[in-house]
């Protein structure tokens, strides 16, 4: 239990000093180059970006108009 209280304390300090306009939060950035176009919606209206990063999911706001909590990429799929 310790550790899971570090950990959201640590994900609370990261996202507090940085800005989550333009950049992906939660899993790798790896894992979460999903195109606009194949984004598949993980959350809801209003979603904050650690309730997404709960879900086990992505979050990006920079794009408009496509889900901003979206599924990973699979480890086993590959982009191109």
């Known amino acids: 239990?310790?550790?899971?209280?570090l950990w959201?304390?640590?994900?609370v300090?990261?996202?507090?000093s940085s800005s989550l306009?333009?950049?992906?939060?939660?899993l790798?950035?790896?894992l979460c180059a999903v195109p606009a176009k194949n984004r598949v919606d993980c959350?809801?209206?209003?979603?904050?970006?650690?309730q997404c990063v709960n879900r086990g999911c992505c979050f990006d706001s920079s794009i408009p108009e496509v889900p901003?909590?979206?599924k990973?990429?699979?480890?086993?799929?590959?982009?191109f």
């Open 13 to 16: 300090l990261a996202l507090g």
């Open 43 to 50: 959350g809801y209206p209003q979603i904050s970006p650690e």
């Open 28 to 30: 790798s950035e790896n």
């Open 21 to 26: 306009a333009d950049e992906y939060v939660g």
């Open 1 to 5: 239990m310790e550790a899971r209280v």
């Open 72 to 79: 990973p990429l699979q480890e086993t799929e590959c982009t």
């Open 8 to 11: 959201l304390l640590a994900l």
């Open 68 to 70: 901003w909590c979206f």
